[in-house]
């Protein structure tokens, strides 16, 4: 059977585009996304994991069958070429996936770690063939050349070795400016509309709509802006207003009917100020 080799496999340009795997392609390749190279590398690595090369190219079990659409009856052998004619067919009708710039990073950095692999296999075997030909008292010339090897691949993994340094420090820059943004623009929430009701509007003029938002950070002011003190205060004045805080007690509230139906609680339930914050976040609302 001829042997595989990389070059006979026409890629897209852009062999680092990474794509959404189908169920059956994802079981095979063994994860949901993956580069074209992945896919033909990962291919070819099932086939020799699951003896499906022969000398005619490589048989068919029921996973590429599903995966190439082929029926059991059309044939059970196809050749290298018919391989990359189907993986191309699979690869086309795949979803691109956009890789966030962690990830993309992330899949440099992993590119290099792989490739300082294989260089690494390269210089055992030429710091090995260096031994053999001096223990051989070989030719100079000979020597010479495989010095000539094991310094073009050391500068190579040394290379590598820097752009895996340059590579994590960009990640961690990267890393940390995204939770600056983060810091920066916070999740809004509002309000549900039984708290609302509750509250009522604090806004006083008639012709302007209730802004629900909840703002966590700011104090009370003009224009008002709903915020947790606020919420926290007017229900603490409303059981104090209505005889329910225990005396002598670190704030804790017995409910009446509408505390109990606004914060979802049993007959017998009580709650304090400490605990107060747990039972009204309960009504804030993720905005789009």
């Not at 079990?61 to 391989?83: A, G, M, R």
């Not at 010339?141 to 691949?153: H, S």
Request: hydrophobic letters at 35%; one cysteine or more.
């Amino acid at each position: 059977m001829t042997e595989f080799n990389m070059t006979e496999f026409n890629m897209t340009k852009n062999i680092n585009q990474y794509f959404t795997l189908s169920k059956t392609l994802a079981s095979i390749i063994g994860k949901p996304i993956a580069t074209e190279s992945d896919i033909n590398i990962c291919i070819l690595k099932y086939c020799k994991d699951n003896n499906l090369q022969c000398t005619d190219g490589y048989k068919l079990d029921k996973k590429l069958q599903s995966l190439f659409n082929i029926d059991k009856w059309d044939t059970e052998t196809i050749d290298i070429h018919q391989l990359h004619h189907y993986l191309q067919i699979v690869v086309k009708d795949l979803d691109k996936y956009k890789l966030t710039k962690l990830n993309e990073l992330k899949a440099q950095h992993n590119r290099c770690r792989d490739n300082i692999h294989i260089i690494n296999k390269k210089l055992i075997y030429y710091n090995k063939r260096k031994q053999e030909l001096i223990e051989e008292d070989c030719n100079v010339n000979d020597i010479v050349k495989v010095n000539k090897k094991l310094q073009k691949y050391n500068m190579k993994k040394q290379e590598l070795e820097d752009e895996m340094t340059n590579l994590i420090g960009i990640a961690k820059k990267t890393k940390r400016k995204e939770h600056t943004i983060i810091d920066i623009i916070p999740q809004r929430y509002k309000i549900s509309e039984e708290l609302f009701t509750f509250i009522g509007s604090p806004n006083t003029d008639p012709n302007t709509d209730p802004n629900k938002e909840i703002h966590f950070h700011t104090r009370i002011g003009l224009p008002f802006q709903l915020n947790v003190p606020y919420i926290i205060r007017f229900v603490m004045t409303y059981a104090k207003t209505h005889g329910l805080i225990v005396k002598d007690t670190k704030g804790y509230i017995i409910p009446d009917t509408v505390l109990i139906k606004l914060f979802n609680l049993k007959e017998g339930d009580t709650f304090s100020f400490s605990n107060l914050y747990s039972y009204i976040s309960k009504h804030f609302i993720k905005m789009n």
